[in-house]
């Protein structure tokens, strides 16, 4: 998996000044020794850095220093008190800075959203809050008479799961019914290699947005693609503001995937979490769980589970978001289901029952596997 769109790209065996600033931050995080003899080589102690900064970040761990990878390099050097934080909405800052103050908000009872490391309106709102609170001007911009009253202050509580529990309350509320809700498909086919591969995979991925599409309009879904079959693909963070757009209620990213080991094989499902941070969406977490448990029941596709990632699309959408990668075209058995239309519409059904049961109740739920689409239609009706 490599980032997609063009931008310099940095790997194992490049050279110059670009080099040695990569290095010099992953020097001051302790990922890479500071004695290298040449600091503008991109060695194999610096790959190896790379590759665990990567996975630290829930990024694609390629060794590629591409610009996901930089951006999360430069969002790694802030700690809170380094700058003044607030809410640019046409320049959204973002850093470990802001992760710190969103999650002592959250420690002291104020709402601020997602942890996401992003100074957004609900983050701008809590602040203003938290100011009004401690007789600050509510200006909604962390400075210093804000930090030092958030250093003052002991939380309320430490950790748990408050957004956890919002997240299931608005759920709840939202009801069993599909009839009025709003899913965002985007069918994604960027991280393939130009190509005869690229062109299946444009076939594929389209036709299984369309039987994804056409099933959930059939429970009263209102259904958005973010792009037609054989139109130009925006990138992923302009795909998460159009999902942010249509106030949808969820958002299915369908993807495939290729290796260069042909023995790669299988399903995994992605939600957004950033591991090292502790912070995750928990209604993202458990409807990536519910759509791999559904699929891999009813194919025969390894399961490879479901995994925190700090993919933009993940990161940028304000919805439970999902990504699934259902299969390698490199590898020749995923690549002969996946060219089985009636495998895609297996996994088409797979995925519309998961949308159905992350609303239904554990009470009123059935056995992972069970539920039939034509069940489900009946149901609904």
């Not at 194999?44 to 694609?60: C, I, P, T």
């Not at 959203?113 to 983050?123: A, L, N, S």
Request: with cysteine; aromatic share 6%; proline share 5%.
């Amino acid at each position: 998996m490599t980032e997609a769109h063009a931008a310099p790209l940095y790997r194992r065996g490049d050279s110059g000044a670009a080099v040695a600033e990569i290095r010099a931050r992953l020097e001051r995080l302790g990922l890479v020794d500071h004695d290298a003899v040449r600091p503008e080589d991109f060695d194999e102690g610096l790959d190896r850095a790379v590759h665990a900064f990567q996975q630290q970040r829930g990024l694609s761990v390629d060794g590629i220093v591409g610009p996901n990878t930089y951006r999360a390099l430069e969002e790694a050097r802030w700690r809170l008190g380094d700058r003044l934080l607030t809410h640019v909405p046409a320049a959204v800052l973002s850093g470990d800075d802001v992760i710190a103050l969103q999650q002592r908000l959250l420690d002291l009872g104020f709402q601020v959203g997602r942890i996401d490391g992003r100074f957004g309106h609900q983050t701008e709102l809590a602040v203003r809050e938290f100011q009004r609170n401690v007789g600050v001007p509510p200006d909604g911009t962390c400075g210093p008479a804000t930090l030092k009253a958030l250093s003052r202050l002991a939380p309320i509580v430490r950790g748990g799961r408050p957004n956890a529990m919002r997240a299931e309350e608005r759920i709840r509320k939202a009801g069993p019914q599909l009839t009025g809700k709003i899913v965002v498909i985007d069918p994604c086919v960027t991280r393939m290699p130009p190509g005869p591969m690229a062109d299946d995979a444009e076939a594929i991925i389209s036709d299984l947005a369309k039987r994804v599409e056409g099933r959930l309009v059939a429970t009263g879904v209102q259904a958005y693609l973010t792009k037609l079959a054989g139109a130009e693909e925006a990138p992923e963070v302009e795909r998460a503001a159009f999902a942010n757009r249509t106030d949808a209620h969820l958002c299915i990213s369908l993807q495939v995937d290729a290796s260069s080991n042909v023995d790669a094989a299988g399903v995994s499902t992605y939600f957004f979490g950033i591991d090292s941070h502790g912070a995750w969406s928990s209604a993202g977490e458990r409807f990536a769980s519910l759509v791999q448990r559904e699929i891999v029941a009813r194919t025969d596709l390894v399961d490879l589970r479901s995994h925190a990632k700090n993919f933009d699309l993940l990161r940028h959408t304000r919805m439970p978001a999902v990504r699934i990668d259902v299969g390698y075209l490199t590898n020749p058995g995923d690549a002969a289901r996946l060219a089985d239309p009636a495998f895609r519409d297996v996994v088409a059904e797979a995925v519309v029952v998961a949308v159905q049961r992350m609303y239904l109740s554990p009470e009123t739920d059935t056995r992972t596997g069970l539920l039939r689409f034509d069940e489900l239609r009946a149901a609904l009706r």
